[in-house]
């Protein structure tokens, strides 16, 4: 699958969403000496997921946060839901020039 291609190796956490949350890839993380600090998700057999996953959820959120927040206001923001460009060079462009103005705002609301 290609999240399992995203993981490079190194890592000794590894963060992921929800969707992302499978039994199997909790178990080969562990394997591989890796924490899986995957969000749960219910169930057909557990419609609702019980109070400690929940909080579990909440404790992840807060490290997802910041990561998911830049990604938001690329999107909804800065339009970044379409790449407008035909090529990987004028497509990374304009990835570039959007994070660079996302780093420019941020710079502008910390220092004003």
């Not at 000794?12 to 899986?36: E, F, I, M, N, S």
């Not at 800065?78 to 705002?105: C, D, E, H, P, W």
């Amino acid at each position: 699958m290609v999240a399992d291609g995203l993981i490079r190796g190194d890592e000794r956490v590894v963060l992921a969403d929800a969707a992302y949350d499978t039994k199997a890839r909790r178990a080969r993380l562990k394997a591989q000496g890796k924490k899986p600090r995957i969000a749960r998700r219910p169930n057909k057999h557990h419609p609702e997921l019980p109070p400690r996953l929940k909080r579990y959820n909440r404790l992840l959120a807060r490290h997802r946060a910041p990561v998911e927040t830049t990604f938001a206001t690329l999107k909804k923001r800065m339009g970044l839901t379409v790449i407008r460009y035909v090529g990987l060079a004028k497509a990374s462009a304009q990835i570039t020039l959007a994070a660079i103005a996302f780093n420019m705002r941020r710079w502008a609301a910390i220092t004003g």
